[in-house]
């Protein structure tokens, strides 16, 4: 399904059900999504109709259309609670409480004047991009055994990209769907966000990579974003040594005091838009508070009300 991002795409799955079909996510909630989805259904689908719609989790090319394709189909929406409440909460959360935690957040950070009123100016950039989910939905948990097309999909819960990101994976098969988890090409983002400032997501990201490397070495995954791909245990190694090589440019970077937006400016050199640019605050912010709980960093909040971060 096609994005309108420098991502431009994502992959959605298909799976053919016993009594029709089973989709894995859904696409962004715009208008090009929909219409692409119309055609599907009105190809046929083979004339089964979608039984279920199953999503990774709650980022909004994957959730967006839950809502709306739940709806046409009358089809109940599987997840964790973890992803499914957070996109309800976020793409329904108009409250100026929300906009406050962000605004602190970029303040913090010391964020320039103009960037900050033009990310005032943006709102709830969540509610534009993703519906909200149905109000009720089917719960995932780690180590569920779920039963699509008469194979048994194995749940395998990750945590740092997202708060509860289920990955399916069949050993009958030797197929795993691994969501944003694992990807061939690029790192999914791992990032502190303004409404969990201090967390420690690398961590947690790289603690529940472990749980695939176990996996068999003859595995396909697939993945939401690439070509299928195998050699799962050599993928998660490059995406360790990325990110270890980020903890060590992160190090260097905090020589003197600096500030997250100093930070994020001398580990992303290339020219960012506004969206990357909290996106990069995120990404340098999860490798700094990594090493801050291993008190290889120390920050300071500033008389000015921004925190400094420097080597300890
Ligand atoms: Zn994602």
């Not at 909200?132 to 990209?161: F, K, Q, Y």
């Not at 990357?276 to 508070?289: C, D, I, N, P």
Request: net charge negative; glycine share 8%; hydrophobic share 40%.
């Amino acid at each position: 399904m096609p994005l309108p991002f420098q991502l431009d795409h994502i992959n959605l799955w298909l799976l053919e059900d016993t009594d029709g079909w089973t989709l894995v996510d859904t696409g962004l909630a715009n208008d090009a999504t929909r219409g692409i989805w119309l055609k599907i259904f009105a190809d046929g689908f083979r004339g089964r109709p979608v039984v279920r719609v199953l999503v990774t989790h709650f980022h909004p090319d994957h959730m967006g259309l839950a809502g709306w394709l739940t709806d046409q189909w009358r089809a109940p929406m599987w997840a964790t609670h973890g992803e499914w409440a957070t996109a309800r909460m976020l793409s329904l959360d108009q409250t100026a409480a929300l906009r406050d935690a962000h605004m602190a957040f970029y303040r913090r950070a010391d964020f320039p004047r103009e960037i900050l009123d033009d990310l005032a100016a943006l709102g709830n950039v969540y509610a534009t991009r993703a519906n909200p989910p149905p109000a009720t939905m089917h719960r995932l948990r780690e180590g569920d055994r779920v039963s699509i097309g008469g194979r048994e999909w194995r749940v395998i819960v990750g945590t740092g990209h997202s708060p509860e990101h289920a990955c399916l994976y069949c050993e009958e098969a030797g197929v795993l769907i691994s969501g944003d988890q694992v990807l061939p090409k690029i790192t999914p983002i791992i990032g502190v966000w303004p409404t969990e400032p201090e967390g420690d997501p690398l961590r947690l990201y790289l603690d529940s990579l472990r749980q695939f490397a176990n996996l068999p070495e003859d595995v396909t995954v697939l993945p939401s974003h690439g070509l299928p791909f195998l050699g799962l245990a050599a993928r998660i190694r490059d995406i360790e040594h990325h990110h270890h090589r980020r903890l060590d440019h992160a190090l260097k970077a905090c020589a003197e005091w600096v500030t997250g937006w100093e930070l994020l400016n001398k580990l992303f050199t290339r020219s960012l838009d506004l969206h990357q640019k909290t996106f990069a605050l995120g990404e340098s912010l999860a490798h700094v508070h990594y090493l801050m709980k291993d008190g290889r960093i120390v920050r300071e909040m500033g008389n000015d009300g921004v925190f400094r971060y420097r080597r300890a």
